[in-house]
């Protein structure tokens, strides 16, 4: 046995109550669940990718990165923009990241 093969055997699963520091609401509290199977499950990308409030940030993330990036990038780009932007949260947080204003 190694490490990886005890800790999946293991089946660890933790959850947790922290402050929602992402949102702009006093007091709020945020649900977390945490499956761990090896060890890379324990770095940070992967906790993240597990958090949907932070995994919806580095997707937007990565979506602005895109449009910094090479012309040669472009349909990737557009192809994570367009999923963003179906998404009524995600595209929200786009127009602000952006400093997009919406009139209404």
């Known amino acids: 046995?190694?490490?990886?093969?005890?800790?999946?055997?293991?089946d660890i699963e933790r959850e947790f109550v922290v402050p929602a520091e992402l949102s702009d609401a006093p007091n709020e509290q945020m649900y977390v669940n945490l499956k761990v199977k090896s060890m890379d499950?324990?770095?940070?990308?992967h906790i993240a990718s597990q958090?949907?409030?932070i995994k919806r940030l580095l997707e937007l993330r990565e979506a602005?990165?895109?449009?910094k990036s090479p012309l040669g990038n472009i349909p990737?780009?557009?192809a994570q923009l367009q999923a963003l932007l179906e998404n009524e949260d995600t595209r929200e947080q786009l127009i602000?990241?952006?400093g997009i204003?919406?009139?209404k």
């Open 51 to 53: 958090v949907p409030e």
């Open 64 to 67: 602005l990165v895109a449009l």
């Open 101 to 103: 204003a919406v009139q």
């Open 96 to 98: 602000q990241e952006l």
């Open 1 to 10: 046995y190694n490490l990886n093969a005890v800790i999946s055997e293991a």
């Open 41 to 45: 499950d324990l770095s940070p990308d």
């Open 76 to 78: 990737a780009f557009r």
